[in-house]
């Protein structure tokens, strides 16, 4: 049996050293223990599970039809919000309804007994009544004003009078009730304030932010 044969072993001379530089050729391909694809793409570069025709056109089925249902979806949403928007009042339109009974009886009641002035008056404190009830059941209420502090935020002062019975900026009267929904401002309250004696009375500058402030006395 022959043996094996040696592998000749050639040394590079100096000269071979100094032309190429000595360095080690670099390792190309795939690292160790890895090969490449036909794509150039290693292993671990390459999916781990290639689609096969039948799989793709079945995510393509759901993608279409979620798309579909995404669009479906934003439509109804936005009818559902027109719809919202546009029929917003019917629960206020319908507690409104049987005060508007009420004050079609009054009238056809004043209209046949026109003397009986009590029955009319009654009717018309009823519907009041009613109405108030309404607005409530949908938050809204008067504002709190006569004998209050004046408060520009709920209150608009429509004259200043002097008063030796109350302090300075307090509502004397109310000429126009104003109304509050939840925490906003529906209609400020018009309201008479009061300011200290021996200036006379004066209407409220409209424009002026404050009240209680020096202006102009009235003339003759």
């Given amino acids: 049996m022959m043996g094996k044969k040696k592998k ?3 040394i590079p001379d100096p000269d071979e050293v100094n032309r190429y530089g000595g360095a080690e050729p670099q390792e190309t391909g795939a690292p160790h223990g890895e090969s490449e694809s036909p794509e150039g793409l290693s292993q671990q570069e390459a999916p781990a599970e290639m ?6 056109e079945n995510w393509k089925d759901k993608f279409l039809r979620a798309k579909a249902e ?6 109804r949403a936005e009818r559902e919000r027109g719809d919202a ?34 029955a009319i008056l009654e009717g018309v ?5 009613n109405l108030l009830k309404a607005l409530r ?3 809204v209420v008067p ?3 006569e004998g209050a502090h004046f408060d520009p935020h709920v209150h608009e002062a429509m004259m200043e009078q002097p008063s030796d019975e109350h302090p300075e900026r307090v509502v004397l009267q109310v000429l126009q009730k104003g109304y509050l929904l939840h925490d906003r401002v529906l209609r400020p309250a018009k309201v008479i304030v009061s300011r200290p004696t021996g200036q006379g ?17 009235p003339t003759d």
């Fill in 201 to 217: 009375i004066e209407e409220a500058d409209p424009e002026s932010p404050e009240v209680g402030e020096e202006g102009a006395e």
């Fill in 143 to 145: 504002i709190e004003a």
């Fill in 51 to 56: 689609l096969s025709n039948e799989d793709a």
């Fill in 70 to 75: 995404l669009v479906n979806f934003q439509r």
């Fill in 137 to 139: 059941d949908m938050h």
């Fill in 125 to 129: 404190q009823l519907s009041l009544a």
């Fill in 85 to 118: 928007i546009r029929y917003a009042v019917v629960p206020f339109a319908r507690a409104l309804l049987p005060i508007l009974d009420d004050l079609e009886r009054v009238i056809e009641s004043g209209r046949t007994h026109p003397d009986n002035a009590q």
């Fill in 8 to 10: 000749k072993i050639v």
